[in-house]
């Protein structure tokens, strides 16, 4: 069984950026970053696949980048010029067995989910 710990939230002002972090206990094919904001749906930010295949969704395109660290077993979210419709609970979430790559996507379905980290970004 994956396990998944999310660090590195917290309070930003606008234009602001974060880098956040998760913590995981085997390596997957396919990991996401998901973010869910109050009185919203959940919704895929961006995913990476084992051979470093990223996708991103159209509101992360541009400031948001996706990337992991296997030899420190580490998924990371990179947030640039955030703004206050980016304040959600951030999610990772991984896929043990993706294959081809373009099924890694921020659409597709996750089994494993860590329990998430606050930003919260201020105008």
């Known amino acids: 069984q994956v396990q998944l710990a999310e660090s590195g939230g917290g309070s930003v002002q606008g234009g602001g950026s974060l880098r956040l972090s998760c913590a995981y206990t085997y390596i997957t094919d396919c990991m996401a970053w998901f973010r869910q904001a109050p009185g919203k749906e959940r919704e895929g930010v961006a995913t990476?696949?084992?051979?470093?295949?990223?996708n991103y969704a159209d509101s992360a395109k541009g400031r948001f980048t996706i990337s992991r660290d296997n030899a420190k077993n580490t998924l990371y979210l990179q947030s640039n010029t955030l703004n206050p419709e980016d304040t959600a609970m951030y999610y990772c979430?991984?896929?043990?067995?993706?294959?081809?790559?373009?099924?890694?996507?921020?659409?597709?379905?996750?089994?494993?989910w860590g329990r998430g980290t606050q930003v919260t970004v201020s105008s």
């Open positions: 979430a991984a896929e043990p067995f993706v294959w081809p790559a373009s099924m890694c996507h921020p659409g597709r379905t996750f089994t494993y």
């Open positions: 990476i696949y084992r051979s470093g295949n990223t």
